[in-house]
């Protein structure tokens, strides 16, 4: 834990808690460890609604839990279930429920209780896709979420020894049915034999080199490229394309990821082509990874593709992190918000914009910028400083905050130690 601070004087931890033997060993371990600093530990269950019996289980962990004065909730993953990619989709939605949970109860720190164990079927699982250095390096220590810190503390031990903690202790724990499943990947893995020491201390190498590249990529961005509040980048081109090839490419691959919203780098040989297209070309404009790429001179310009934003919809009560760019923290509940187009802009009375010349936006830049309206068409553009005569419903809303879904510079990737 020591490696994964600073932690508040009296620490609150959240720990996601499946009810196996990782995930109890790491609960009770961090509330020992919480308890000598005067704080506490929750710990959160998701019930992904896949299997009959989850619930069941999940009071049966509560019951544990509760046992030893650990104060535990259920999270339930509503809606319509994936047909394909289950695991990977019922992974999305636990981080995402799990992060939503710390979000509310202001919770900065999220335990999960992956093991050298895992550590090394990743590995494999990567090298069996033909992942890169990057993918080699397999689970970091620590990754931001999007309102949290997830924290891996046990990534350097066995899940022997995560057993035996909890047989000292005399505590239970359950064995997950999709352990042994066939059909899942992870799964088949463990049915072969592994070396797990070695296969963990290569992610600890690629993991080092990782660091050094992340670190690279992270200054040549505070260098050549400035992120503005209405939801694009520019970049200084000729520093950019005039990096050695794989920070520039690590470098745009994030800038895209910010501007258009996505959980995943594009895939890098479209990346690679869009770089030679910024070398060579004069005024280029192409688009990747929802985002429009312009140049001219020795500006490049990362706008949000037009096509790709969401639809009109209702305000409700309650956070919205509209098209993955823009945190509305306290939207007012009835009304509508949509993408800004040409159409609308046509409508508006010049004189109604508050600032002196809104062509200072780039034009790329305008469109797609959030706009409230109602039955009379748009009331508001916060950040054009458009106000419809009369307005009062918009007023007490703060503007919303450019916050990606991933920002280009994050938690550096964090090495598990050689133990």
């Not at 200072?360 to 419809?388: Q, S, V």
């Amino acid at each position: 834990m020591a490696a994964l601070g600073p932690f508040e004087i009296h620490p609150h931890l959240a720990v996601a808690v499946s009810g196996g033997s990782d995930s109890m060993a790491t609960a009770l371990l961090a509330d020992t460890w919480a308890r000598e600093r005067g704080g506490r530990v929750t710990a959160l269950t998701v019930d992904h609604g896949l299997r009959d019996g989850a619930a069941a289980e999940a009071r049966r962990v509560g019951g544990w839990l509760k046992t030893r004065g650990i104060e535990h909730h259920v999270l339930r993953w509503h809606g319509p279930k994936p047909r394909s990619a289950i695991q990977a989709g019922a992974r999305d939605a636990r981080y995402r429920l799990l992060d939503d949970w710390c979000g509310r109860a202001g919770v900065l720190h999220l335990l999960v209780g992956h093991t050298r164990d895992d550590q090394a079927e990743t590995l494999m699982m990567r090298l069996e896709r033909g992942s890169g250095p990057d993918g080699l390096a397999a689970m970091g220590r620590e990754r931001a979420l999007r309102q949290c810190r997830l924290l891996r503390p046990l990534l350097d031990i066995s899940r022997g020894a995560l057993k035996d903690v909890l047989g000292a202790l005399g505590q239970e724990w359950l064995d997950d049915p999709s352990n042994a499943d066939p059909r899942f990947e992870r799964a088949r893995l463990r049915g072969r034999p592994l070396d797990v020491a070695a296969l963990a201390e290569s992610a600890r190498r690629y993991g080092q080199a990782r660091q050094v590249l992340e670190r690279e990529t992270a200054r040549l961005l505070a260098r050549t490229c400035r992120f503005h509040a209405a939801g694009y980048a520019t970049l200084t081109r000729g520093a950019l394309t005039g990096a050695p090839e794989d920070l520039s490419l690590r470098a745009l691959a994030r800038v895209l990821m910010a501007v258009g919203g996505l959980d995943h780098r594009p895939a890098r040989r479209r990346v690679e082509r869009l770089l030679a297209t910024l070398r060579h070309a004069t005024a280029p404009r192409m688009t990747l990874g929802n985002c429009l790429v312009t140049a001219a001179n020795d500006e490049l310009g990362v706008f949000r593709e037009r096509r790709n934003l969401p639809g009109p919809m209702t305000l409700d009560d309650g956070p919205l992190h509209w098209d993955r760019r823009f945190w509305i923290s306290t939207p007012p509940a009835g009304l509508g918000i949509k993408a800004f187009g040409p159409s609308d802009r046509a409508g508006l009375r010049r004189e109604a914009w508050q600032i002196p010349e809104p062509a200072r936006l780039p034009r790329e830049a305008l469109w797609g910028l959030p706009a409230l309206f109602d039955d009379g068409g748009i009331l508001a553009i916060p950040h054009l400083n458009y106000r419809r005569d009369g307005v009062t419903g918009a007023d007490a809303m703060p503007p919303p905050r450019f916050r990606p879904a991933n920002a280009a510079s994050f938690v550096a990737f964090g090495v598990a130690s050689a133990g």
